[in-house]
């Protein structure tokens, strides 16, 4: 069965410091898609980013970066000289690519708050 | 990638009345997917709704408190029936439009049931 598990319930930080979010995955599949989506206190998810199975080079967004390992089944997710407006609640999510069913597994969330 | 429209923003609502969340999207798109939030928690996958066919239900959801149409290619609505304060939750529609911007995701609707 598939299963993202997110093992920081809250995170609380001070401005300009670094923090890196977990995310621990479990799927079958060989071929998948790892997702990152922030969620503001609007309620609205906020697509972050999207990887493949097959690709495990990292990524650099800005402030943001994602560290996609294989061998330990983790996508985790570091904002650089964090901001206020980095508060939110960060989700991982996993969904397979076989069938096309569409469905994403969600992590149970990682709540970051980040103090001025 | 799809921009998605979603309706009601929020709602209260009285105990055993239904409520319908509509959702359109800019393009057409196979699936449709509908996701429930209850308060604090992640996000659940309610149904998968498909053009042209019933809705897909996960394990724990039945159509008779979810159902849902799909009447083309744009547009479904969700609706939560006989409504208990347990139901109170965000609900959101969501579709995988374009396959490098993942799933996009309405802007949810927040129920609460009084």
């Known amino acids: 069965a598939q299963k993202v598990t997110q093992a920081q319930t809250e995170i609380s930080v001070v401005e300009k410091e670094d923090v890196t979010l977990d995310c621990v995955y479990e799927?079958?599949?060989?071929?998948?898609?790892l997702f990152w989506y922030k969620q503001p206190p609007s309620g609205e998810l906020v697509f972050l980013i999207r990887?493949?199975?097959?690709?495990?080079q990292n990524e650099i967004s800005g402030r943001y970066s994602w560290n996609f390992q294989k061998s330990t089944s983790s996508f985790n997710f570091t904002i650089t000289a964090s901001q206020v407006v980095d508060s939110a609640v960060y989700f991982c999510?996993?969904?397979?690519?076989?069938?096309?069913?569409?469905?994403?597994?969600f992590g149970q969330g990682t709540t970051l708050q980040v103090k001025p | 990638s799809a921009v998605i429209s979603q309706k009601p923003s929020r709602d209260i609502c009285q105990r055993g009345t239904s409520l319908t969340i509509q959702c359109q999207v800019d393009?057409?798109?196979?699936?449709m997917f509908w996701y429930r939030q209850q308060p604090g928690q992640s996000l659940t996958l309610i149904a998968t709704?498909?053009?042209?066919?019933?809705?897909?239900?996960e394990s724990g959801f039945v159509i008779d408190k979810f159902p849902i149409s799909r009447p083309n290619l744009t547009f479904s609505t969700l609706t939560v029936s006989n409504m208990s304060p347990e139901d109170s939750s965000i609900y959101l529609c969501?579709?995988?439009?374009?396959?490098?911007?993942?799933?996009?995701f309405g802007s949810g609707t927040r129920l609460t049931v009084v």
């Open positions: 969501s579709v995988d439009k374009d396959r490098v911007y993942g799933y996009t």
């Open positions: 799927t079958r599949d060989t071929t998948y898609y």
């Open positions: 990887r493949n199975s097959f690709d495990e």
């Open positions: 999510a996993l969904s397979e690519a076989r069938g096309n069913t569409g469905k994403l597994i």
């Open positions: 393009s057409q798109v196979t699936m």
């Open positions: 709704a498909n053009q042209g066919s019933e809705a897909t239900y």
